[in-house]
């Protein structure tokens, strides 16, 4: 069993300050920008997934402690590691992770912790369950949990199951944030490439109204036509 000390060491060893420069910007660290405050250790994921598949034994609740730390890479491991054990858990220990993750949202916040996470451990969970917690996070004022929300969707799709995200879509429809609007557009995209009658009935409801980046994302995979018949309004 790896203990969380010598997890953190490594992770400490694998910093490179110059990538990490390079991040801060990349992911709008700065002061009033979505990730303000966020430390990063410049570590690139694949040398973070590297790390976590050598610590997939490590107690829930050191994951707890490393889930709620400043720095994102910590974070980001905390969360591989997480969706490592939940591929091989029983369900009481599927249930004490989805629980987990729920009680520390507010550290899951940035795009590509939400992203790796939410369709694995939140939309996982949900497969075969009720969703009510899903619609109380899209109408969150936290743009992370608003974010969670759709992303968790995305298990739903891969499995044909389009209700949930085209309902949260249009929750989200007229929200303010360019990230929020990439992440609707982009579920959307994955109806579509599923199901692309049902992508569009949506659209042909909805597309006059959405946000131009929504729109753009939702319609990529359109052929030429259909792309300039919807960004023609």
């Given at each position: 069993?790896f ?44 040398v ?34 997480l ?22 949202t ?64 249009k ?16 579920m ?10 049902v992508?569009e ?33």
């Amino acid at each position: 069993m790896f203990s969380l000390k010598k997890l953190k060491l490594e992770i400490k060893k694998a910093a490179n300050p110059k990538q990490a420069k390079l991040l801060q910007r990349f992911f709008k660290t700065g002061k009033g920008q979505y990730g303000e405050g966020d430390i990063f250790l410049g570590i690139k994921v694949p040398v973070q997934r590297a790390i976590a598949k050598k610590y997939t034994d490590i107690f829930l609740v050191d994951l707890t402690k490393l889930i709620q730390s400043k720095i994102h890479e910590q974070r980001m491991i905390a969360l591989f590691i997480l969706i490592d054990k939940n591929k091989k858990a029983n369900d009481q220990d599927k249930k004490n992770i989805f629980n987990i993750y729920l009680e520390n949202t507010k550290h899951i916040n940035n795009w590509d912790l939400v992203d790796l996470s939410a369709p694995n451990i939140v939309g996982q969970y949900l497969l075969d369950k009720k969703r009510d917690l899903l619609y109380k996070l899209a109408k969150s004022k936290n743009l992370w949990q608003k974010r969670i929300s759709v992303l968790s969707t995305f298990t739903f799709i891969r499995n044909n199951q389009f209700g949930d995200s085209l309902k949260i879509a249009k929750i989200l429809l007229l929200d303010k944030h360019d990230l929020i609007h990439k992440a609707v557009g982009w579920m959307l995209r994955e109806v579509g490439k599923k199901d692309q009658l049902v992508e569009e009935k949506f659209l042909k409801k909805h597309y006059q109204k959405m946000p131009r980046t929504m729109l753009r994302y939702a319609i990529e995979k359109f052929s030429q036509i259909k792309r300039t018949y919807y960004l023609r309004k």
